[in-house]
T-cell receptor, first 112, second 115 residues
Framework: GENVEQHPSTLSVQEGDSAVIKCTYSDSASNYFPWYKQELGKRPQLIIDIRSNVGEKKDQRIAVTLNKTAKHFSLHITETQPEDSAVYFCAAREGGDYKLSFGAGTTVTVRA | DVKVTQSSRYLVKRTGEKVFLECVQDMDHENMFWYRQDPGLGLRLIYFSYDVKMKEKGDIPEGYSVSREKKERFSLILESASTNQTSMYLC??????????????FGPGTRLLVL
């Protein structure tokens, strides 16, 4: 099955700086890569996703890049704000499968 | 607005008790999932269902069973609760994978403590 590794486990950034979280996956057949954000005490919510036929996707201050050859994908948050403080999870889904395999999560803290 | 609800936010049970966690979604989603969330381990899939009465084991099914008698409802059952099942349990639902709307929507979670 798919195995997703996520780094770093914790990340502290100054407000206004950028944050980058990296994930690697094991199965070259994986073709869907979502990112979820979980604020303290709340449910995980999708913030951005990317499919294997696309190399990069942006939505305002967040972007995701995918390198299929190296089997890794990254989340980039620019101009970080206090409301970006949360746990972020990456995930991967094998083509034709129903389920997502999640990374262990990254706790991001934005310092004012 | 997608709504996924779970029957309890907090539960305290004794070792050996039978525990039922229920999840209801109102978006007519075919897929439903049960995860457990533990610090440093992310979200681990226990069971999922892609249709009524259909179920498949996830990565950590031992000690759990599920039931899906209606499309909108997916139940997780701990036949005999043990202390190592103390965790946060999250339900999710989605349309079939591969489509443009395959986002998984999560419920608020049930924090279960087994004493």
């Amino acid at each position: 099955g798919e195995n997703v590794e996520q780094h770093p486990s914790t990340l502290s950034v100054q407000e206004g700086d950028s944050a980058v979280i990296k994930c690697t996956y094991s199965d070259s057949a994986s073709n869907y890569f979502p990112w979820y954000k979980q604020e303290l005490g709340k449910r995980p919510q999708l913030i951005i996703d990317i499919r294997s036929n696309v190399g990069e996707k942006k939505d305002q201050r967040i972007a995701v890049t995918l390198n299929k050859t190296a089997k890794h994908f990254s989340l980039h948050i620019t101009e970080t704000q206090p409301e970006d403080s949360a746990v972020y999870f990456c995930a991967a889904r094998e083509g034709g499968d129903y389920k997502l395999s999640f990374g262990a999560g990254t706790t991001v803290t934005v310092r004012a | 607005d997608v709504k996924v609800t779970q029957s309890s936010r907090y539960l305290v049970k004794r070792t050996g008790e039978k525990v039922f966690l229920e999840c209801v979604q109102d978006m007519d989603h075919e897929n439903m999932f049960w995860y457990r969330q533990d610090p440093g381990l992310g979200l681990r899939l226990i069971y999922f269902s892609y249709d009524v009465k259909m179920k498949e084991k996830g990565d950590i099914p031992e000690g759990y069973s599920v039931s899906r008698e209606k499309k909108e409802r997916f139940s997780l059952i701990l036949e005999s609760a043990s202390t190592n099942q103390t965790s946060m349990y999250l339900c999710a639902s989605s349309f079939p994978s591969g489509g443009a709307q395959e986002t998984q929507y999560f419920g608020p979670g049930t924090r279960l403590l087994v004493l």
